[in-house]
């Protein structure tokens, strides 16, 4: 996280558009997890396994890293996992010292998810389900986008499609560990869309029974951002300010929420994790 972006979320969330955030292990700022402590938003775990470099170094990840050291991206994860090159036991150890960053920083982590969706694939899965036990998170996001909702996206349609056994296959695991998982989901074509607007309010508009998640990346607008990817999200903060999301959702007799409000904060498991804070 960067401080743009945890500004935006903070943003949204006094705006009542936002219920809950999660921050990556590996990349976040000892500023961001002060300011989200001091804050009180509810707040999960992003795993990495896809971009910047691995905490636990690189014996057993080989696999999955660049000849620096670096995470190599989703398709060598997705290579490895589907090969047999990696194990849940090692990934579970990474996972582990990520989830300690925000541990050691006093916050709760009430739910798991994952950048680029990869604690869908197996052998994640199941580290993921594991992770999330012995930290207390309740839930973990299940990214089960319907395929209608965005049908003249033929990418973001295509990229649904191949996940889908996948997901459908991680649910079930999470379950069988005991983890709430959300009924509904909209997110992998709200991520990357200029004007987003048009789609928040059909998502808003379609919320099927039961939870919900609706998940956006957002930032204030700062021009020292170069990246094209980073500067799509500004325009996603305004459309959730300009749509006056809590207005809508009263309207329609929905009560927001976040994972721990619904799941809740487990205990931690003492007999298997062993982070001091």
């Not at 804050?39 to 696999?63: F, K, M």
């Not at 047999?84 to 996972?95: D, G, N, Q, T």
């Not at 998170?137 to 909702?149: D, I, K, M, T």
Request: aromatic content about 6%; overall charge positive.
């Amino acid at each position: 996280m960067i401080p743009p972006v945890t500004r935006g979320i903070l943003t949204a969330w006094d705006a009542g558009a936002v219920t809950s955030t999660t921050v990556v292990g590996n990349a976040c700022s000892a500023e961001d997890l002060r300011t989200l402590r001091r804050s009180g938003l509810a707040c999960g775990l992003h795993l990495d396994l896809v971009e910047g470099r691995p905490l636990t170094g690189r014996p057993g990840l080989e696999a999955i890293l660049t000849a620096n050291g670096g995470f190599a991206g989703m398709y060598r994860l997705a290579w490895a996992v589907m090969s047999k090159k990696i194990s849940a036991a090692r990934l579970l150890v990474e996972m582990e010292a990520q989830a300690d960053v925000l541990l050691s920083a006093g916050l709760t982590v009430g739910h798991i998810d994952s950048h680029w969706h990869m604690h869908h694939l197996p052998v994640v899965a199941e580290a993921t389900a594991r992770v999330a036990q012995e930290i207390g998170a309740g839930a973990v996001r299940v990214s089960r986008e319907p395929l209608a909702f965005s049908p003249t996206m033929p990418k973001q349609t295509a990229k649904k499609m191949i996940m889908l056994p996948f997901v459908m296959t991680a649910a079930r695991k999470f379950r069988r560990h005991g983890l709430g998982v959300p009924q509904g989901f909209f997110g992998i074509s709200l991520l990357d869309r200029k004007n987003p607007v048009k789609l928040l309010k059909k998502a808003l508009s379609q919320l099927p029974e039961g939870v919900t998640e609706i998940a956006v990346h957002i930032s204030e607008d700062d021009p020292s951002i170069r990246d094209t990817w980073y500067r799509l999200w500004p325009r996603t903060l305004q459309a959730l300010l300009q749509l006056d999301v809590p207005k809508q959702l009263a309207d329609s007799g929905v009560e927001a929420t976040s994972f721990a409000a619904e799941w809740g904060d487990r205990p931690l498991n003492t007999d298997e994790h062993t982070n001091k804070h």
